[in-house]
């Protein structure tokens, strides 16, 4: 529970000052201890019991503990615990209900997960299913016919390297569980229906028992099963045919026009990689086919049907609970712009997948935030790109124990509102929030420079409304600084947003470079003297580093 990690004398002289504010005595007492609880950590429901409890838990001298007393070593190490991390540990378990049906939920997805590198030219290799490791609960598989009729995985129509779709799936059944709740394999198939016949047995031969290949026989609630009724199964998203379709006649109707599940943006995505890649495409067309579908593979698809995107009001009268889109980031984000209520309503019913423009072939991220805000469930990033979006999913999904599910707040579910991201200056629920940056200690060097000049940025990620940041100043040449920094911020919507604090190092008037950085959802926030840990920018943690700091909010 103690992190044992050395602490410069300036963090122990602050948790000094606290001690001996409230010490009665030559040692912390009980009352002494509860009072601290009360006033400095708002702990409002801890009692003797639970005084008691960490005097017991973080004390090392036995007379102390007789006495029922605390000593300033005992405090620090209560101070340094995870106790007291800025992150509810309440949180570190599944504590949500996981009882609903999936569209209640944001679950975290990757795009394009084989891959390591650039788009383009990057080394496909399964390693990058560290994904699955990290929590991500929704997979892309890009499919296409290989060699000797053995199915390959790469990005299409550019130079990544191709591994064999088998080896793919092999991978996924031995990490897909180090979490219990369920996986979804998001196909994108251009496979012929030869290959796809051939992709549907290694699914079954190689998932065995784990591939959900019935529905089952009593969903929790509504027409979409919960997470629990789905723990430890993997579900294919696909197209699938309608009954009495043979696979030779494709699908039919709406689905026709699809090339696979990027709809009509795959020919804007494809003449997009045309244009960076010149060179690979001499000779290719990019003329649109029919979408053949084999039966083995169809019949694989249960609760995550791929349709096509025509309209919201078409979606409400036409689609089914276990059909679902995906959208483009640029298609959908002209939506929640012009149609912000209507988009929110259609994610309490279906699930929506967004997914990264074409245009991003060095495997940059859109801002998943601005999806989340109307509740779209899979905002499916770019997981090997290193950057504010990544640091914002795993903030976001670090919650409810890491389980790759969280439980949509409220105002994204209720069917009454006409909540709308873009446009809401609502008040009633706004929380005002206090933070005072007290100081660093142990902060990292960055690359290129022998020196450290560090100032905090805290960032508000949320509605429009609530997006801000602001920042202390910098401090010379130091690497455990003084801040002492005081910061205000309104939040209307704290169930959507995300804190991010950022450690940069100022390298010139205008200019800084990464240092370190923790975020968190703000409904983890805990309150009172707390540590931030700090991670890289590749979500490692960069112990012993971290900031001390108070929060308060109301």
Not at 85 to 110: E, G, K, R, W
Not at 138 to 159: A, F, N, Q, R
Not at 389 to 418: E, H, W
Request: charged letters at 25%; one cysteine or more; aromatic letters at 10%.
């Amino acid at each position: 529970m103690f992190r044992k990690s050395k602490r410069p004398s300036t963090r122990r002289a602050e948790i000094q000052h606290l001690y001996q504010k409230y010490l009665s005595g030559e040692t912390l007492s009980v009352s002494d201890l509860l009072k601290f609880l009360h006033k400095e950590q708002m702990e409002l429901t801890a009692d003797e019991h639970t005084a008691e409890g960490l005097i017991n838990r973080y004390e090392i001298e036995e007379s102390a503990i007789q006495a029922k007393s605390m000593t300033f070593e005992g405090f620090f190490r209560y101070m340094e615990s995870k106790d007291c991390c800025v992150f509810n540990q309440a949180h570190t378990s599944v504590y949500q209900d996981m009882d609903q049906p999936l569209s209640s939920y944001f679950i975290s997805s990757s795009h394009n997960t084989y891959l390591t590198g650039d788009q383009i030219v990057g080394k496909s290799h399964l390693d990058a299913y560290v994904a699955l490791r990290k929590g991500c609960r929704c997979l892309e598989i890009d499919c296409w016919d290989g060699s000797d009729m053995e199915p390959v995985v790469y990005h299409g129509y550019t130079l990544t390297n191709k591994i064999l779709f088998k080896e793919v799936i092999a991978t996924v059944e031995q990490h897909a569980f180090e979490r219990s709740l369920p996986v979804i394999l998001s196909l994108e198939n251009h496979c012929s229906k030869e290959q796809q016949e051939i992709m549907a047995h290694y699914l079954i031969s190689i998932l065995g028992e784990k591939l959900l290949r019935a529905p089952i026989d009593h969903p929790t609630t509504g027409e979409l099963p919960s997470p629990n009724d789905l723990k430890h199964k993997i579900l294919i998203k696909n197209k699938k045919l309608k009954p009495n379709t043979d696979a030779e006649e494709s699908v039919d109707e709406g689905e026709e026009e699809e090339e696979n599940e990027e709809e009509e943006e795959e020919e804007e995505e494809r003449e997009e990689k045309i244009q960076f890649c010149p060179r690979i495409m001499t000779g290719s067309k990019t003329k649109k086919k029919k979408v053949v579908v084999a039966e083995a593979l169809s019949d694989l698809v249960i609760y995550t049907r791929s349709v096509k995107f025509i309209s919201f009001r078409y979606s409400r009268d036409n689609q089914h609970n276990y059909e679902n889109t995906s959208l483009v980031e640029t298609k959908a984000r002209k939506l929640l712009k012009s149609s912000g209520p209507d988009f929110i309503r259609h994610n309490q019913r279906f699930l929506s997948r967004i997914y990264p423009a074409g245009s991003r072939t060095a495997s940059s991220n859109y801002n998943p935030q601005e999806f989340w805000n109307v509740g779209c469930q899979l905002v499916a990033l770019n997981f090997q790109s290193l950057a504010t979006p990544m640091d914002l999913n795993d903030g976001r999904f670090q919650d409810n124990g890491g389980c790759g599910y969280i439980l949509k707040p409220a105002v994204l579910m209720s069917t009454q509102g006409d909540f709308d991201p873009g446009r809401s200056r609502r008040s009633f629920r706004a929380k005002h929030l206090l933070l005072k940056v007290i100081s660093g200690s142990n902060l990292p060097l960055s690359r290129s420079r022998k020196t450290l000049d560090p100032f905090v940025r805290v960032e508000i990620h949320g509605i429009p409304f609530d997006s801000c940041r602001k920042s202390t100043h910098a401090v010379k040449n130091n690497l455990s600084p003084c801040w002492d920094a005081h910061m205000n911020f309104k939040i209307r919507t704290p169930e959507l947003c995300l804190i991010r604090f950022c450690v940069r190092d100022q390298t010139g008037i205008l200019s800084s470079e990464f240092v370190g950085q923790y975020t968190l959802p703000f409904t983890s926030l805990k309150k009172g003297y707390c540590w931030v840990p700090l991670c890289s920018r590749d979500g490692c943690s960069l112990d012993p580093a971290s900031l001390f700091v108070l929060v308060w909010y109301s």
